[in-house]
């Protein structure tokens, strides 16, 4: 009876720890900025657009670990007003000032071809941060590739391409729509980005044919101040370098910790994927068959419910790997 008790008592840790953190609650507030109909109208590149170069306020950066989407690559940059800095506190989100822009290009590349074009640009992202409060918005690029067009609801794009493994697939790549936007970016009654967490930017990357730690570059550039801390990191997924756990836990936290956590939009499914979160506190092992299940399936019981149209074969294989080793 006793052994029952304390069994119980393990199991139940995990719900209320999230029910009691829960801060979901409320509703996101209405943009308090009015988007431009076209991507071009905010000047954010030089030359041609499509080149995405960004301007002199521009600063491209990379993630350790980056979220599945259909196997779509994505050029990120982020655009500070000038004389304005990104100020972190912690290795979790840092703070943004006004005016900062955060677009996130998805595309695929014309893999094997000599052709002008080197790749096929879906879509922008951006993020706009206005008095405190982000705004979310999506813009289509069209066929010509000479511009991308606010869009008012998701948008469906047949697309053929080549993967990272030579590998043939076709889909209809979904560009999500406003509120597809704050289904993923919501914790509690606020937008926020997900991904430039300082344990993600803590990483290595090529700059001026050099490698170079990314928070050193850029903390060098003038774009990030940076307190004494040590600074942690979030391991990529797809280093085999690394444990097996850590990878699994970087890629439930990048493609499913915005939802499922205290705060996000999945809070009531009583998982916590953040990669920070204790493994007693997550809820992972109670919720092993259903985790790996949803990943495995296409359709309305697909997770992640945004974003994706494909299963991501290495994503499944290396989840079930780290499911199997916790029993």
Known sequence: MKKAIILMGILLIPILFIVLNN??????????????????DYGLFKGKIADLVPNDQGISYELASALFTDYAEKKRVIFLPKGKKI?????????????????????????????????????????????????????????????????????????????DKSVKRQTNY??????????CHRQG?????????????????????????????LKARGIID?????????????????????????????????????MGTAYMTMLDLRFESPINETGIWLKQAKIIGRMSVLGEMHMPQKGTTLLHEEGITLIKVYLQSLK
């Open 23 to 40: 801060k979901a609650g409320g509703k996101v507030s209405k943009d308090n900025i009015i988007f431009r109909d076209r991507l071009s």
């Open 87 to 163: 100020v972190a506190s912690d290795n979790g989100l840092p703070n943004f000032p006004d005016g900062t822009i955060i677009a996130k290009t998805f595309f695929y590349p014309k893999r094997g071809t000599s052709q002008e074009s080197k790749s096929i640009l879906l879509e922008t992202r951006l993020l706009i941060n206005e008095s405190g409060q982000w705004n979310a918005a999506t813009y289509q690029w069209n066929s010509t590739q000479d511009e991308a067009f606010l869009l008012a609801d998701s948008a469906a794009v047949p697309v053929l391409f080549l993967d």
């Open 174 to 183: 979904i560009i999500p729509s406003r509120t597809d936007c704050i289904a």
């Open 189 to 217: 009654d606020h937008i926020l980005p997900i991904g430039p967490k300082i344990r993600n930017l803590n990483r290595v990357v090529l700059r001026d044919r050099d490698t170079i730690q990314q928070l050193e570059y």
């Open 226 to 262: 940076i307190p004494p801390l040590r600074l942690g990191s979030l391991p990529s997924y797809d280093d085999l370098n690394q444990s097996t756990a850590h990878r699994a836990r970087a890629y439930l936290e990048v493609n499913c910790a915005h939802c499922h956590n205290p």
